[in-house]
C-alpha cells in the first residue's frame, strides 16, 4: 500500500513523487513537483522542460517565474542537455560548474530527463495518431469532393466547382484553374485575386514548378507569397493545371505542407476525370446539334430540289443529285418559264455542308424571283450575282450553267457562271460544248456575262452536270473526265432517259473502284424526241 512504504533512502520526497506517479491524472503534478524539487535542492529561481522543435525549444512545463513559453537559444538562462530538450533554470549562474556536473547525474535530473523523454514519445505518439486522423479526414474530403464535382456534366459549372472545392480543401486564400487548349494555358476560372490569362505550356519555369514545386513564374497568381500547383491530366494527356496560394492557418498566412501536394495530386486525378467526362458530354450533344441541323438542312435541301420534270411536249427532261456528305453545295432545277419556255439549272456553291447548303438556298430564293420579273440574259445573271456578293462570305462563289429552250423552235439560250462545259450530243455523234461566258457567281460586284444560242435537233442529247461527274478520281488519281463521259452518253444515248441517268453514276462509281465519293454529283439530261424514220 502507499501508505506503507518504507521512506525512499534516494530522496526524502520520494513517497510522494509514487503516489503523483500511481494517479493517471497527476502526471502534469508530478512533472511540476520534480521540477520544483530540482529547483529547491539546486538553488534555481525558476526551472523548466522544453522540447526541442527543429531548433526552437518549446516549454513543456515550469516552476518559478520568467521562464519564456519558446526560445531558439540559452541566452540568460542555465541549461541542460537531455535528448530531445533541455532543462532551462534561472539564473544562469545558479549552479556552480562543479555542482552543474554534479546536477547532471542526481536522481531528479534523471528522472527529469526521464520525463522529458515521455513527453516526446507522447507527443510524437499523437502527432502520428493526428496525421492518422488527418489523413483519415483528407480522404473522407477527398471522396466528398470526388462526388460532388463528378455530379455535373455542365462544364462551366464544373470548373467553378474543382476551382472553388480545391481552394476549400487546401484552405488557400487563393486559386485558378487553367485549361490546356492549343499549345498554351488559358485562365478558366479565378478565386481570391489576378492570375495571368496565359501560360505557356514549353514554360521551363512552370514545368519545373510544377514538378518539384519551385519557384513559380511571376505572372502565376501575383501578389501571393506560397503557391502551390498540380498538373491536371488523364491517360491521353494533359488537359490544364490546378494552382493555390497562401494557406491560411490560425497563425495567418504559411507555406503549404508536404501532404498538401499529394492532397491536391489526388484532387487534380479525380478533376481530371470529371472534366474529360464533361468534355466528352459536350461533345456528344454538340455532335447530336449539328447532326438535327444536318438532318434539318437536308430537309430543306430536298424541299428546294424538283420533285420531278415539268412535261414538254416533244422533250424529256429529267434530274438526278447525289450530294458528298448529308447536305451538299450542288444545285439543279427544272421549271417552266413563262412564254411556254422552259428552264434548266446546274449550280456549283464551293465547299461542302452547311455553309455551302445555305448558299444554295440563297441561290435558289434569288433565282426564281428574277425569272419571274426578268426576261433569260445577261441583266439575270448580273443581278443575281451581285445579289450573291451581297449576301455571302467572300471565300464563297458559285458556278453555274442556266439554260432556257423553247421547245417550239428548238432554240437553247444558255449563260456559263465558271462552270463545266454542258454537253450537246448531237444526233450523229458530234458535240457542241456550252463554254463558260463569264466569272463564277459572287467574285466580283461588276462581272459581266455573255449569253448564247444553239438549235437542239431532233435526236439530240443534252448534258448539263458538276464537277463531281468529271472530276471523280480512280485509285491511281486519274480523273474521270469529260471525254469518258462523252463516251457513255454516245454509248449509251439510246436508251430510256431513267436508265441513262442510272448507268452514268454507275460508270463513274467503277472507275473510282469504291473510293469515297469526293464531291456532290449532279446531272441533268434533256433529250429532244427523233423524228418519225
Request: charged residues 25%; aromatic residues 6%; hydrophobic residues 40%.
Amino acid at each position: 500500500m502507499a501508505g506503507s512504504a518504507p521512506a525512499s533512502p534516494v530522496h526524502p520526497a520520494w513517497d510522494e513523487l509514487l503516489a503523483l506517479s500511481r494517479d493517471e491524472t497527476g502526471e502534469r503534478q508530478l512533472l511540476e513537483r520534480l521540477l520544483d524539487l530540482w529547483r529547491q535542492e539546486h538553488g534555481a529561481s525558476a526551472a523548466g522542460l522544453y522540447l526541442d522543435h527543429s531548433g526552437t525549444l518549446e516549454r513543456e512545463a515550469a516552476v518559478g517565474d520568467g521562464l519564456p513559453l519558446a526560445v531558439e537559444g540559452t541566452d540568460g538562462l542555465g541549461s541542460l542537455a537531455f535528448p530531445g530538450g533541455r532543462l532551462l533554470y534561472a539564473p544562469a549562474g545558479a549552479l556552480a560548474p562543479d555542482a552543474a556536473e554534479h546536477a547532471a547525474s542526481d536522481p531528479l535530473t534523471l528522472l527529469l530527463a526521464t520525463s522529458l523523454k515521455n513527453c516526446r514519445l507522447k507527443q510524437e505518439l499523437k502527432e502520428q495518431q493526428f496525421q492518422v486522423n488527418y489523413r483519415v479526414v483528407e480522404l473522407e474530403a477527398l471522396y466528398d469532393v470526388g462526388l460532388a464535382v463528378a455530379a455535373t456534366l455542365d462544364l462551366d459549372r464544373l470548373s467553378e466547382e474543382i476551382l472553388l472545392r480545391a481552394v476549400s480543401l487546401l484552405d488557400a486564400r487563393r486559386g485558378a484553374l487553367y485549361l490546356l487548349e492549343d499549345g498554351r494555358y488559358r485562365l478558366d476560372r479565378i478565386f481570391g485575386g489576378e492570375a495571368a490569362d496565359w501560360l505557356a505550356a514549353d514554360d521551363p519555369e512552370l514545368h519545373a514548378f510544377l514538378a518539384s514545386g519551385g519557384e513559380a513564374p511571376v505572372t502565376l497568381l501575383p501578389g501571393a507569397t506560397y503557391l502551390l500547383g498540380v498538373p491536371i491530366e488523364v491517360e491521353s494527356g494533359r488537359r490544364g493545371l490546378l494552382v493555390v496560394g497562401d494557406k491560411e492557418s490560425r497563425r495567418g498566412v504559411g507555406p503549404f505542407l508536404g501532404s498538401d501536394r499529394r492532397t491536391l495530386s489526388l484532387f487534380a486525378n479525380q478533376a481530371a476525370l470529371a472534366l474529360e467526362n464533361a468534355r466528352l458530354h459536350r461533345q456528344a450533344l454538340e455532335k447530336e446539334r449539328l447532326e438535327r441541323e444536318m438532318h434539318l438542312a437536308s430537309e430543306i435541301q430536298r424541299q428546294i430540289l424538283p420533285k420531278g420534270a415539268p412535261v414538254v411536249s416533244g422533250y424529256d427532261l429529267m434530274g438526278w443529285y447525289r450530294p458528298a456528305r448529308q447536305v451538299g453545295g450542288d444545285y439543279y432545277d427544272l421549271f417552266p418559264v413563262r412564254g411556254g419556255r422552259t428552264g434548266l439549272v446546274v449550280g456549283d456553291v464551293s465547299g461542302k455542308g452547311m455553309p455551302a447548303a445555305l448558299m444554295v438556298s440563297t441561290l435558289h430564293s434569288a433565282l426564281r424571283l428574277l425569272f419571274d420579273h426578268l426576261e433569260f440574259g445577261p441583266e439575270l445573271l448580273e443581278r443575281l450575282n451581285r445579289h450573291i456578293v451581297e449576301s455571302s462570305a467572300a471565300n464563297k462563289f458559285i458556278t453555274m450553267l442556266l439554260t432556257e429552250i423553247d421547245p417550239r423552235t428548238g432554240v437553247l439560250h444558255y449563260m456559263n457562271a465558271g462552270h463545266n462545259p454542258g454537253i450537246l450530243l448531237r444526233r450523229d455523234g458530234s458535240v457542241d460544248p456550252l463554254g463558260a461566258g463569264g466569272l463564277p457567281l459572287g467574285l466580283m460586284p461588276d462581272a459581266r456575262f455573255q449569253s448564247r444560242a444553239l438549235n437542239v435537233e431532233p435526236g439530240d442529247l443534252l448534258c448539263i452536270y458538276s464537277d463531281g461527274i468529271t472530276e471523280a478520281e480512280s485509285p491511281a488519281e486519274e480523273e474521270f473526265g469529260m471525254e469518258r463521259l462523252i463516251d457513255v452518253l454516245r454509248r449509251e444515248r439510246e436508251r430510256p432517259l431513267p436508265e441513262l441517268i442510272e448507268t452514268i453514276p454507275q460508270v463513274v462509281g467503277e472507275h473510282s473502284q469504291g473510293l469515297p465519293q469526293g464531291d456532290d454529283q449532279t446531272l441533268v439530261l434533256m433529250r429532244r424526241d427523233a423524228l418519225p424514220s
